[in-house]
């Protein structure tokens, strides 16, 4: 049974890499990247494929669940994941956004104190958290869009005060709260756990709304060169505005599984360098920090990758608080390979015109 | 009046009324103890702001200088464990920051990184390695820290029955302060830093030796971290390879505060001493006031950002005016 | 007044990928003299200039100072070698002071500490090599410094190395006449100290009132050197632009285009105009008619395209849109009324050079539509497969990034990015530049045909000829004016010549009555 199980993956996997491959889908790289280190997992990690089906539930509906470290991977990856669809978007119109963790804190902070404290009704309570995301992210955008501010300064103000905003919500305190509906958002499964599956809805909400109109193309021609665009009559500094927004609102999403997933509010905690770890996926995703072409599954990938290595670690039993090394070498060597100049040195000898 | 100066006096300014309004809220708290626990209780983040000063000034940025100030701590309590004697194992380390920082600088002049992905890059290898050499907090026993270092503190004034000291740590600060303000204007390192931040291509044509220049910015700003460790260690005297994650962000926020400017070419090591004595200030005030929170500081700290890169638009704006 | 050869170079060759931007040009520069390097944009003054100082390495060719063979690689070694330069956009470094500036990486120090006060002296020193009339302040911020003083200090910079040669490019464009007059009071005063000045500039009347010497470079060619003195303007004119004075006399008008009486006008500007950039003017932009704007560089041109499509805002005067009182303020809404425009420099603000050709192709019609009625997949490739097809661009597909492109087919992608919006109004700004022979041809013969479907076109062009096949009617402008306007019979090159150098001379008589 397992061994069929384990078949049927990597054939997926295998189709899945020949696709990207053939589409010439830059998700093929971090998703290559992923696909070595599972196999790696396969021959030299034992029980890393174990998969358990148990009774679970569900919004209080009993349904099945998967257990095992594969799905504990897609568990943990999907907060950057969602960090990362936002992010992926604003590197692309050319800038970054250092505050999403702190908007993370923000966004769990209310949720938390409002169902407590207030008693307010868990749907108010994920609606004004994603409220506050949006709020946090027209702060962002103003800066850098109408303000004019180089977008790292911007967006540091944020990082630095909105943790003190988070705490001054949760009057300092963590807020523990066990609200069903409310944990249920990072705890519950559906064969896969919820998180994912939002992670995934994201991906797909955001790549029709990018690809399925024109915000996409105008995004990356801003991204490209902002000048000849705006002479072309796109609109860039709305479009700016409105990539900070919706990164707002993704870092308020992640915050909120994050939050559920611990069942409290820790507004010291929530979220904290995962900005960088965001930045990251992104950056592994090929996706490039001058802006342009943006790749938003690749990102995902990027961020999926990440998690895979940490927690192939804590499965080899290497302790965890070596993690940061290798992630340290994956940046480098994916800075390397954009560096032109490194590009240069291998391309640049045959002479392309 | 020069308008360059405007960030540096609105720093002054907002330093001398927190300062005033702790004395007229507080009782004790203009006293000499209290303004000299100020320099040494935030000896380590001035060291390392000074490192991180240059960084930004040149035009870049360094998010490895807290997970190196982590390293330092582990790398001397583990040595000095092993039988090192401190002096001899803070040189290794201070050399090792050194190293540590040349090779970024390196990555980020030769190949033409982002400072941001490659400092990620040394944030996570320094964290990772401190962690090798040791993921517990390792206390440091030794008489070098127990009576050397408590001898050299300097008194200076008798209140009442206790003699008030300047602590090393102080006077550790203090040097970098002289040194960095010497450096930065005094050599022509220190004009070469500000040419490049300001405008690489002119620098380029002008002829400084623009990837040198990078290397030793990002040498300096290791270096200074890495004696910032030092710092840590005697007072803490212990080693942590988890202490301090985000520390960085304080060193670039005392140095913008202090009218530091992050796309480069402007900025001062005193403002960023009277950036660093700001954030000790507000820490101290909420300290004293005991029922007033943390999360103000950060608030505060985040307006504070706010107003000073509002006034750096501004100025950059009426210079593009004409 | 001349002395012994300073500066010698011989045969320089120089190439960029597919252009050959030098072609065994030979230039000498004497001690105590000015001498002027003339051309037209892509004439290679700049490139000549680049070569000399170490910005870019030769291709070919030999340089000598004071007889000694120097190949400087970097700007550090040519100033090593004498050879000082003072850039348009001056090269210094905005947020030092002007002392710290004139001594950059030439400190004075004792055991590595900088001895201000000497450095204070030195600069002093350079300063009053000058003679200026002003003092400047030694502990200005630069950035604080108006332009002709950032000039000065650069120039001061200079003098501080010993530079024995000293190269000004288009040092005059930002500066007003009586800063312009002080510059070049100092270089005489250089002159008389046996500085050899190499000065680039595109403005007539400053070279005949400076130089000593002309050289005018052509295509990247050497047209040749010429005293000053025995140089009727007339003919440096059409030196500059490739046509001896018999040839320019003899010049007719090509194609015959009627002047259009009758027509609709789409534009009327009255007294528009803006400060620093263009003077009140007066223009009508009449529908199936080209427009042109004739004048040297820096007349004005770009500024006037630049106010009708919104990418400046003008501060005075009126426009008026089919007799509608508007003015565009960005060019998202000058597209609103119809209006489009090439620019002039394509990397800068045309091409988005990591997208395709399709995108590229259809970016201005999305960007109209908005963004939220995207248009299909397939309906973005006919359309840039019907403009690949019509405007015979040569790529292997549609999906080829553009910047993988030669410079004629990134301007016809950029041409049917703006033919997709179907414009009434298409600015052209150097719609030829940087092209090779057979694709300019083929985009004047679309100008032609546009004009016959109907569409109203604003043509500029630093070559005359161009300018004169394809208007119906030429403006001409010179340092920010129009002058004329010429049409009909009127309407030649050789007519255009006149006016541009005829004015200049009035200028000159009349600076010299005053």
Known sequence: MRIVGIIIFWLAMVVFLYGTRRSRNVAFWPLLALACLLLFNLFFTQQFYRLELREGSFFGIPVPQLYGVPIDILNHASKVGILAIGMTLVIAVGGIDLSVGAVMAIAGAMMATLSVQLGVSPAACIAAALAAGLAAGMWNGFLVAVMGIPPMVATLILMVAGRGVAQLVTDGQIIIFNNPILTSIGNAFLLVPVPFLLMLLMLIATWITTRGTALGFLIEAVGDNEVASSRAGVSARTLKFLVYVFCGFCSAVAGLVQTSNIRSADANNIGLTLELDAIMAVVIGGTAMTGGRFYLASSVAGALLIQALTTTMYAKDVSPVVAPVPKALVILAVCLLQSERVRRLFIGRRGTA | MNSRYLPLIITALVLGLLLAAGGYFFNNFLSLRVFINLFGDNAFVGVTAVGMTFVIISGGIDLSVASVIAFTTIFIAQTVQDGMHPLLSMTFALMLGLLFGAIQGWFISSFNLPPFLVTLAGMFFARGTGFIINDISLAIKHSFYSETIRGLAIPVAKVGRAVVRIPFTAQCLILFIIGGTLLA???????????IGSNEISARLMGVPVDRVKIMVYALSGFCATAAGCVVTFYMQSGNSSSFVGLEMDAIAAAVIGGTLLTGGVGWVAGTLMGVLILGTIQSLITFQGSLNNWWAKIFIGSLLFLFISVQQLLKHRLKGR | ?????????????????????????????????????????????????????GVHPGDGGAMSVEGKAIAPASPREAESCGISTVYQEVNLIPHLTVRENICLGREDRFAGIIRWGRVWKRARKALDRLDLKFRINLDAQLSDCSIAVQQMVAIARALDIDARILILDEPTSSLDEAEAEEL??????????????????????????????????????????????????????SKMVGKNVDEVKKLEKRVAVTTASGRKTVVSARRLGRKGSINPIDFDLKEGEVTGLAGLLGSGRSEIANLLFGVDAADSGEMEIDGRKARPESPAMAMRFGFAMLTEDRKFSGIIPNLSLREN?????QAKLGPWRKIPPRKANEIADQFIKALDIKTPSREQQLKNLSGGNQQKVIIARWLAVHPRLLILDEPTRGIDVGARAEIEELI????EEGMSLLLISSELDEVVRNSSRVIVLRDREKIAELSGDNLSEQNILHVIASQATEDAVKEAVQ
């Open chain 2, 185 to 195: 204007a005094f050599t022509r390192f220190g004009r070469n830093v500000y040419a």
């Open chain 3, 1 to 53: 007044m001349s002395g012994e050869t300073l500066l010698e170079m011989r045969g320089i060759n120089k190439t960029f990928p597919g252009v050959q931007a030098l072609k065994n040009v030979n230039f000498a520069l004497r001690r105590g003299q000015i001498h002027a390097l003339m051309g037209e944009n892509g004439a290679g003054k700049s490139t000549l200039i680049k070569v000399l100082t």
């Open chain 3, 184 to 237: 070049f009071r100092i270089m005489r005063n250089l002159r008389e100290q046996g500085m050899g000045i190499v000065f680039v500039t595109h403005f007539l009347d400053q070279v005949y009132r400076v130089s000593d010497t002309i050289t005018v470079l052509r295509n990247g060619e050497l047209v040749g050197e010429f005293p000053a003195a025995s140089l009727p303007r007339l003919e440096l004119v």
């Open chain 3, 361 to 365: 192709i259809i970016l201005a019609m």
């Open chain 3, 448 to 451: 032609q045909k546009l004009r």
